[in-house]
């Protein structure tokens, strides 16, 4: 979901200016039964013929994958039609920013169709929701316009060459009763409008003259359920504004205000180190912000909300005026649907191979927070690693052979090297030396010995933004050089079947990840286990953020609004 | 409504910053029964007793009106208490401009919180209701919340010493079937988004590969009814839209988009002058915008429109995606229930006297769009003005006698000086000598024959920002000065009466006006009859709008947003 973090590839993702005469959309769209010819501008009969005979490239999603990937497509031999009920991309990271105004909701926006048209390429967009995947026929059902006014339900259906899913995923509430009901998520553009009408509606509630104090108190707790980053910057956020806004405005509100922190696990931000971890439980608590670890939230109501405390074993109920919930994510039900019909049952997320390509479906691609990438274990394929490293057959293996094959074992398997790495193992003959003199020479079982710890290094990939964006940028280059890598593959050995894979494989990097903690205090972690806290952390923040944003004029608004926000500070207008 | 115009007061008005230690609002609100002490910060128990002495004032209304009464509000002599559903004052004028996001909304709203914290005397604010008014026991009945998850409904009253009505009006729809629910209005700031989201809709919805042209037709025509400043400046940007933003990115669509601006009289802008109406039904013929005068619309449903016309009597139908309704005003609900109380009936809005005092209540003052002031006729009070100017009871009047009196005559009764300028005299010397000679001395006979003509002149004022803003002022420097002006009366001679009138009685000067055209290019019509049409007006409209914006913020923020619209576009993500 997050994607606190980087120092690559930014500028020259971010910064094309395409060239602005190419807004040509021409493409060809099956529907119903009828066959439905749409131009998007200019001339389409001429261009029909030519139009035709390229790949049809339908993109399900607008987030952070789905986007990188259009903003990542330079191939002009794909029509690609993108499918999305939202139609524009979010910077999600600065969510909780805009729940109280500190950023505005239309400066962390950019409209599909202009990314679209910066791309270059032929991109159409629809603004409508996928809800049947038929890949048997290569299909996708789509519905638009639930608003009766607009003349209702619009159903089609698209055909396609490729299919990317970059659907993104739902709030997890765990099944726990009342969250759908009573509580606020913070995932979407709309959630964090709503959170910032419903923090001023509590507070002009609660200045009513003729409300009793016990019900000012009750209006104004907030409770946020989650530890995460999310949830952590939230509360910091609600904190600022507090303490910086309302406490002018709303003078003798101030005092009644209560922020709450539960957080079922041990500690806050635990995907952080240590370090960071007290550091932020420290500044909460200086800054009156009741966190309390191991409380698991068992259920929501219209006014209370009450958890689980592990120690104890109790149950605790407090009174609420708005809950906000961020504990994690599920998949979204239209996928779970697609997952049944393809036998994908009890996942969280679609299986991918480590191409982002669906397992069985060669022209289904699945990536970001709805995907989740498979990585073949070592000891399902020893054998045949054996076998295709022991080039002469002799039953053993000795140096040159494996040296010819080490880079594509790596590339093919990370686990190996992240188990060499964290055994501070210099490459993998060392793993096989073990007690063994100069030369190596082993056998199968030995080798299977050897590396039948290597599997338990396997993890997958955070739910976060970064990982979204790396992954929308790899598939595009993919799509840019499908026709050139075809004919040279890049890719490793194939262990199982024969020559190469055509692309390598997709290779996570974490840039690092920050937890803005509120009151210009900034944790960050970043790679080689560098911490930094504090006031320099925030400016990095500040101007990673400020790099990130998805064009000039974005970059340009969430400057501005931050720069208005240390002027004017922020609005509480409930609108 | 609008408030297009002006050259004055701007800078000492708008730009006052506040001691910012005053923020103590403390102040005592009977309600339901009991008494509720309700401080707004610090020691509230000792400043009680000094508190409990100072005036009630009640706001109702946090628009023109009432926002600028507080702003002008310098005497601490009164504890004011503001009752708005909205908790901010939005700059009205540049609503058209939001639609189709050329300005953000919140570029345009102020808190009124921060209005009331910058003006430095006792302001308490509560997001309410009025929905009755008790003029016998000095009561007002307010609710607030009426969403069920912030506690339901809650019912407080507030007693006042003096109450300031200023709760604006609704847009008219004249009883016109369908109007309510099937077309957007244009008079809050709610109304703006709401139309700048269907717009997107109904672009993403006309996007969809399987709609018929037809289909695409009628979903982006476009239809505004009354062509007055604010449908003719919606009409004019919404052209604007379509041509430099909605042209790039959705190209196709341009050609199917149809404007077309009904009205039922037989000019656009007929408050304007003839060379403007001219200028613009051209442009707009140019722009392609299609003008339908003498158009009464008779019904609105669903997906049609239908309008009569005047010169053939046919009832002509239109289909519709959109329909804006910007016809007029009418009165609010809640005061049609107060009028017919006080027995004001089939009024269009509550009736002053000339110092905006209801008539019949001398604590209860009404203006801004909700009040009509009731100009006292000169021939109601003839025989009096005659008595009280024949000072030696002579039954003539001479020169010397009338030269003593005819300034208040002149301040009391406007419409002698309009009449006399309207006939190029120079004095109401000059009316009453009509063939006579030097000596003026006439008869009561005389007197008002000579002044029969006069009440002819007699004009409401329009329902603008102008006149509200100006109201306002005037309202909150009698405030300022009761106790002054109690002692010394600075007002006209009392005809009916004995003494002096306390206070000059409201006279609205008229500053001029503005009609945005679209494409850099607006009309203003200036005093003395200077009208002005194209790119330096526009300059002008700029500047002016800027200096009067309510605050620092929100001047910054508009001219970001023109910044930003100049250099990027307009923004068409849809949330």
């Known amino acids: 979901m997050r994607w606190s973090s980087f120092y690559h590839t930014a500028s020259r993702v971010f910064h094309e200016y395409p060239s602005w005469s190419k807004c040509v959309v021409v493409c060809t769209v099956i529907s119903g039964g009828g066959l439905v010819s749409y131009g998007d501008a200019g001339p389409v009969q001429s261009e029909y013929a030519n139009q035709s005979q390229k790949k049809k490239v339908v993109v399900l999603g607008t987030g952070w994958a789905g986007t990188s990937f259009l903003k990542n497509m330079k191939s002009s031999s794909y029509d690609i039609h993108v499918v999305s009920p939202r139609n524009y991309f979010a ?6 920013s805009v729940t109280i105004g500190t950023v505005e909701a239309r400066s962390i926006v950019e409209p599909i169709r202009s990314v679209a048209r910066k791309s270059g390429v032929n991109i159409q967009f629809s603004e409508a929701e996928c809800y049947k995947i038929d890949p048997k026929n290569n299909k996708v059902y789509c519905r638009a316009g639930q608003d009766k006014k607009l003349g209702g339900l619009e159903e089609f259906s698209i055909d396609y060459d490729y299919l990317v899913i970059a659907m993104g995923a739902r709030s ?6 009342g969250v759908e009901e009573h509580a606020h998520f ?7 409008l709503r959170i910032r009408r419903k923090v001023i509606d509590l507070f002009e509630r609660a200045s009513l003259p003729t409300l009793p104090v016990e019900e000012k108190k009750k209006l104004l707790s907030f409770v946020i359920v989650g530890g995460g980053p999310t949830g952590v910057e939230f509360a910091a956020e609600l904190h600022d504004f507090v303490h910086e806004d309302i406490s002018k405005l709303y003078p003798s509100l101030k005092e009644y205000v209560k922020i709450t922190l539960l957080e079922a696990g041990d500690h806050i931000l635990n995907m952080f180190d240590k370090r960071i971890t007290e550091f932020a439980e420290g500044k909460f ?10 409380s698991m939230v068992v259920k929501v109501s219209e006014k209370e909300i009450s958890a689980k405390e592990r120690g104890t074993g109790q149950v605790v109920s407090l009174p609420h005026g708005m809950v906000v919930w961020s504990t994690g994510i599920g998949a979204r039900p239209e996928l779970l649907d697609f997952m049944k019909q393809i036998g994908q049952i009890n996942r969280r997320a679609l299986v991918t191979d480590e191409w982002l390509r669906m397992e069985g479906y060669d ?5 970001g927070d709805c995907a989740t990438i498979n990585q073949r274990r070592v000891m399902e394929d020893i054998a045949v690693i054996f076998s295709k ?8 293996l000795d140096l040159k052979e494996f040296q010819d094959v080490v880079g594509d074992i790596i590339e093919r ?16 003959a060392t793993l096989l030396k073990q007690s ?4 190596v020479s082993v056998n199968i079982e030995f080798f299977k010995e050897a590396l039948s710890k290597v599997d338990s290094q396997m993890k997958n990939l955070p739910a976060t933004a970064q990982v979204a964006a790396q992954q929308g940028e790899y598939l595009a280059d993919c799509f840019n050089r499908m026709e050139l890598c075809e004919k040279y593959p890049e890719g490793p050995l194939r262990f199982r079947g024969t020559g190469r894979h055509r692309f390598h494989p997709f290779r996570y990097k974490h840039f690092g990840q920050f937890a803005p903690l509120g009151g210009e205090q900034t944790a960050a972690q970043l790679p080689g286990d560098w911490i930094s806290i504090g006031r320099s952390s925030q400016w990095l923040w500040y101007s990673i953020y400020a790099s990130k944003l998805v064009s000039w004029r974005t970059r340009t608004l969430v400057v501005s609004d931050w720069g208005r926000r240390f002027i004017f500070g922020r609005d509480s207008s409930r609108i």
Chains 1, 2 share one sequence.
Do not use: H, W
């Open 389 to 396: 490293t022991d080039k002469n057959n002799s039953g053993t």
């Open 186 to 192: 913070l995932k979407e553009v709309e959630d964090a």
């Open 363 to 367: 022209n289904i691609y699945a990536l």
């Open 285 to 294: 608590q200086r800054d009156g912000i009741d966190v309390k670890l191991g």
């Open 436 to 439: 063994q003199e100069s030369s």
């Open 91 to 96: 910077f999600t990271p600065l969510l909780p």
């Open 413 to 428: 398997y990370p686990q190996v090297e992240i188990y060499l790495k964290k055994n501070q193992m210099k490459d993998i």
């Open 172 to 177: 997890n509430t765990f099944n726990t009763p």
